[in-house]
């Protein structure tokens, strides 16, 4: 089998941190980068002997994965979200599957939550789906994107294409670089043999004020790939649509989707600089 360079982003992680760092096989590369945290991310990557690059600040999801891809080892560099972990397997199933598609430049495992119940995306709404297979996949097979929560790519193939979107802070990262791979005559397979589990939405403690910041970002990085993509935005219309579900929520007492609405809409409204 060959040697991985496993990336984890940490931001206040440690309540899920351990299991994920225990689930890495011995003999790969470790690398966490600690996008600030204030917890015990960074104590608990260095007692799994990880190597660690600790930000000044939150530089954001995908600008920290880029910067420890850039000082990866192995040209296998997968990147696991801190609320998942390995299950045993996974990695000899990946890299069985990168000598088998050598046409292939992205790979996802076959992901479930602590369910079990299988996480998949069957569309990537920034290309043309009609080519893709509908329904989550039974089998090894080409796919229009890898989920970032564990995603595995050649390293020459992701430096190539510059990585991770910069200006993208948190979500759509992998929706944006699973389309510029597609474009440019890359595939992704889907690995069946390789399984992994991810708790989703658990890498970070929950608070209102998490969620609040979740939300406004989710909103802005949906608008900056839908732009960047050439894709319809009808933002006014989205920013209308989010103000209703916000007073609605109010008004029937639904806190948690009030502020989401709220900050939806507050994104969208923010994007009107760029129109």
Known sequence: MRPFSIIL?????????????????AGNEIIVVDNASTDDSVQIAEAANARILRLERNLGFGTACNRGAAIASHDAILFLNPDARLEPGALEALSRAMDAYPHAD???PFIVDAAGQQYFRDRNRLIDNRRWFRGAPDADRKIPMAVGA??????????????????IFLYFEDV?????????GHDIMHVHDARVVHLIAQSTPRSDAVAAFKNYHFAKAKLHVMR????PVFRRLQAISQGAKWLWAKATGRRGA????????????DGRAVD
């Open 176 to 184: 944006d670089l699973s389309a510029r791979l597609i474009a440019t």
């Open 106 to 108: 992205a790979f996802n």
């Open 258 to 269: 009030a502020i989401s609405a709220k900050n939806r809409m507050k994104a969208m409204m």
């Open 150 to 167: 564990a995603a595995l790519f050649r390293k020459p193939a992701f430096d190539a294409l510059g990585g991770f979107d910069e200006d």
């Open 9 to 25: 982003v940490s931001y206040n992680s440690a309540g899920v941190l351990p299991e994920a760092l225990a689930s890495i096989p």
């Open 228 to 231: 960047k993509h050439g894709k």
